[in-house]
């Protein structure tokens, strides 16, 4: 493996990085003023327009879609950066260094991976009606998934029922955790669910693409995270009460369900994880100026020992795992997911944790403030918290990284599946 990144990648690093000084950290407190206004006049989930100015320049100078792989573009029809799995992570590093700022640049979760789904699977007709609008950031999606009465970290347990009558599938399910399905520009939902009770364990679920106006589409309530609601994308409660949509709607065929989610998550993770690293540099970033500017019992927090060890901790970790999701990224690309798969579920495991911690460690060195708005800690705190969920629990993960390694000295673990659970 190559440490170093290409000549593409270093020149879109540059560019991206001068994008975000110029206009996503001076945009912080624009972000949250607008939401404060739209909360003040009712309209919490209500677009924030700032973003529009900004997605503009974006596009302006060549930085949309930059996660778009060159297969995916062709197959869709569009341009995109063709990056690889390996060119990209770096880039996804630097978004994440702000919570919102991927979607200036058309590459936030779930779209991205809604997008290259739909790319791979949908039809051309799939592809004119909700990819392209996507592509162009028109709408947006979600993917509806996760459940309230199973435990969804086994997702064969999923019990939305998805059911041929004629032309058409009824949908007939109860979701939750549906992120984006909050925005007033959500217009497509991925939806996963069982088409044959009856059929081999990993041949029951199947995917389906729904209209978010289609009748009996029910958003019930935002769910907070730990206090966020995280208006106006959301992460959202509801139904589908005898949704119709046209047979065409289903994704690849019945029962291909699992195999659908396969090839859209790890990407997906990967892209996760490096979002997750940005923010803990981020973090790591912050702590040292604060601790270096802060005087407490006569010395700097900077001087104080347990700070100092805490520093070091972080900078080991955080490039630690920055080096293991590039390794994964890079064996995505050149032996495929499926051989890569201990090495994705180990940066699922790794970059959250590592990310809590070493926000966490910032957050004890802003004292009061770093549980306020004054800072961007918390917030992230709370966002890199549930990512220890989202994509599969920290628990799935370790027992298939266990029986594939004990899989070398048996027979034990040789057929484990990537687990394929909640992601976002």
């Known amino acids: 493996m190559d440490f170093d990144y290409s000549p593409k990648t270093k020149e879109l690093q540059a560019r991206l990085q001068r994008f975000m000084d110029e206009y996503i950290y001076p945009n912080e407190a624009t972000y949250w003023s607008e939401l404060e206004a739209n909360t003040q006049a009712g309209k919490r989930w209500s677009h924030l327009h700032f973003l529009d100015a900004l997605k503009d320049k974006a596009k302006e100078q060549g930085l949309w879609n930059l996660f778009l792989p060159k297969d995916t573009a062709e197959i869709a029809g569009v341009d995109g950066a063709g990056l690889t799995n390996q060119e990209y992570a770096p880039l996804a590093e630097i978004m994440g260094r702000v919570g919102w ?103 029951q679920q199947s995917m389906v693409l729904v ?81 270096s500017s802060r005087v407490a019992f006569g010395k700097t927090i900077a001087q104080q020992t347990v700070t100092q060890e805490r520093i070091a901790e972080a900078r080991c970790r955080i490039d630690m795992a920055r080096l293991l999701t590039l390794k994964a990224a890079w064996m995505m690309d050149t032996v495929g997911n499926k051989v890569a798969r201990t090495e994705i579920a180990m940066i699922k495991v790794v970059a959250p944790k590592l990310a809590c911690d070493v926000i966490d460690w910032a957050i004890q060195v802003h004292g009061g403030g770093g549980m306020s708005q004054d800072f961007p800690l918390a917030f992230d705190y709370a966002h890199a918290r549930t990512l220890r969920f989202a994509d599969g629990p920290d628990e799935v ?7 594939w390694e004990l899989g070398k000295y048996g027979t034990y673990g040789k057929n484990a599946d990537v687990p394929i659970t909640r992601g976002s």
């Open 101 to 203: 700022a991927s979607e200036v640049f058309n590459c936030a979760a779930p779209d991205t991976g809604n997008m290259e789904t739909i790319a791979r699977y949908g039809t051309k007709e799939h592809h004119e009606r909700w990819l392209k609008p996507l592509l162009n950031g028109d709408i947006r999606s979600a993917f509806a998934m996760t459940e309230p009465e199973v435990a969804s970290s086994d997702a064969t347990n999923i019990c939305t029922r998805i059911e041929r009558q004629g032309d058409e599938y009824i949908i007939n399910g109860h979701k939750w955790w549906i992120s984006g399905a909050g925005d007033p520009r959500c217009a497509v939902y991925i939806t996963m669910g069982k088409s044959d009770p009856e059929a081999p364990k990993h041949s």
């Open 397 to 403: 993960h370790r027992n298939a990284i266990a029986k």
């Open 211 to 291: 209209a978010a106006d289609t009748p009996g589409v029910r958003v019930v309530r935002p769910l907070s995270v730990m206090g966020y609601d995280d208006a106006p994308h959301g992460h959202m409660e509801m139904y589908f009460e005898n949704v119709r949509v046209p047979a065409s709607n289903i994704l690849l065929g019945e029962g291909r369900g699992f195999e659908i989610a396969q090839g859209r998550l790890g990407p997906g993770r990967i892209h996760h994880c490096m979002r997750l690293i940005g923010k803990a540099e981020r973090a790591l970033e912050l702590m040292c100026k604060r601790a």
